[in-house]
């Protein structure tokens, strides 16, 4: 059984927060421990290196690692607002973390995947959905954005798709969008596809430049990315989703979705791997902005949004696209995000139909379905729980939402701590899997970008 102690704080200043943190664990811990997760919201952006050198210098030398979040859920509380030191111990596991800060998304994720060994057991890794840079490199960004929407003006849709792949390739180069299940599947692969892996996808429903951030190691690998690995038998690990099942054919699929989301227009899309060109050949926000009254923003306001950190990112429509390879679907939000035409995201959609609808998402229904992973655990209440819950059930339900604290907590007892991000994903071995999920983007691997959850019994 893995012991744990969550300790959070709130001060002011960051060094202060990390103090009061180590004054608490010292009355309360009761061993030694051999792990540490360190979770904290933008509360203290830019101060988390200063936090981890004094929990360094405490704890010493054991793995740690974790993330900048929304939130987090623990047996005292549920908060969005401070820093929470989890303090773990587990006799019968063996523990690592590893993290790579390089360039490429892909290629760290290569590099990670091979010195990550893991026969029985689980691994969670840790990286941004999509990393905003400094405003220098923000700069850039929108800039190449510009410049390769101009290319894609000539009417010629190969042309166009050469043009995304290059901006794709720009995007994958410089650790702006990780792509879930293209990382997950180098993991899987290096596991010989046995291994339960979850992704911790982080982003931010208020971004700002320079986030988020993954912590490894005690160390702040800004946009970077880590793994822990809990070498252990018999845990168990759950994925589960707010949605419906996905039909045996991808018709069935369409009808299930149509039944599921409320249909507000039907596209003809143009893409290429991780961009979205067109739908309807016209600039993807241009297609939806006077169906859902969005509008368009400026390089220079965009820049102030993130400078200040109050640039929403949640949004309540979504375009919804279907897998010709599982019969599954996916999400897209969309939303004047960028300066410029194409519409770059976390997503691989090569696989993906060209017959995209935007809908809107009805969840008045599913509150209880945000945590539903943690429904379908062993129940053995001396185990650590170790789960993540899609933050835009916040946004979803507002201040109802801080009833999950109260629901939890009857549910798993006093050994648990959870994390409130961007949605999880997962690779599951096929005996891990629980039904034919809606979500599954490729061979055995589960994403979108609303309404996901998952957890760890260890």
Do not use: W
Request: aromatic share 14%.
């Amino acid at each position: 059984m893995m012991k744990s102690v969550a300790l959070f704080s709130n001060k002011k200043d960051s060094k202060d927060a990390a103090r009061h943190i180590i004054e608490q664990a010292r009355s309360r811990l009761d061993f030694e421990p051999d792990l540490a997760l360190f979770y904290s919201t933008l509360k203290y952006n830019g101060k988390y290196q200063s936090m981890l050198d004094i929990f360094h210098d405490e704890y010493g030398d054991i793995p740690q690692i974790g993330a900048s979040v929304d939130g987090m859920i623990y047996p005292e509380d549920m908060r969005t607002d401070g820093a929470a030191l989890v303090l773990c111990k587990d006799d019968d596991a063996e523990i690592r973390v590893d993290g790579v800060e390089g360039k490429g998304a892909v290629e760290s994720a290569n590099k990670l995947a091979k010195k990550v060994k893991c026969k029985n057991g689980a691994i969670v890794l840790h990286f941004p959905l999509v990393h905003v840079p400094n405003m220098l490199k923000s700069g850039e960004f929108f800039a190449k954005g510009i410049y390769y929407s101009n290319l894609c003006k000539v009417n010629d849709q190969e042309k166009q798709k050469e043009y995304a792949l290059k901006f794709a390739d720009y995007c994958e180069k410089e650790n702006i969008f990780y792509l879930p299940p293209t990382i997950l599947n180098i993991f899987a692969k290096e596991t010989d596809y046995k291994i339960p892996i979850f992704g911790i996808n982080v982003l931010h429903s208020q971004v700002r430049f320079n986030s988020p951030n993954i912590f490894c190691n005690f160390e702040d690998i800004n946009g970077g990315i880590s793994a822990l690995k809990i070498e252990k038998e018999n845990i168990y690990a759950v994925y589960e989703d707010i949605f419906s099942n996905k039909g045996k054919t991808l018709d069935e699929t369409k009808l299930i979705a149509h039944n599921e989301f409320k249909v507000i227009k039907e596209f003809k899309a143009n893409f290429k791997k991780n961009v979205l060109v067109s739908l309807d050949s016209k600039p993807p926000v241009h297609a939806i902005k006077n169906l859902i009254s969005t509008s368009e923003e400026k390089e220079n306001e965009l820049l102030g949004h993130l400078e200040k950190g109050d640039y929403i990112v949640h949004r309540p429509y979504f375009l919804l696209l279907f897998n010709k390879k599982t019969s599954g679907a996916f999400l897209l939000g969309i939303g004047s995000y960028y300066p410029f035409d194409l519409f770059p995201f976390f997503m691989d959609i090569s696989d993906y139909s060209e017959d995209f609808a935007m809908v809107y998402e009805v969840i008045e229904n599913k509150f209880d379905k945000f945590y539903s992973s943690l429904n379908n655990l062993k129940n053995n209440r001396d185990s650590f729980v170790y789960f993540c819950i899609d933050v835009g059930a916040v946004a979803a339900f507002g201040e109802k939402a801080f009833e999950y604290k109260t629901k939890i907590k009857e549910l798993l007892g006093k050994n648990y701590f959870g994390i409130l991000s961007a949605p999880p994903s997962a690779y599951l071995p096929p005996e891990y899997k629980l039904r034919d999920y809606l979500t599954e983007s490729s061979n055995n691997i589960f994403f979108m970008s609303a309404g996901t959850n998952v957890c760890l019994e260890i």
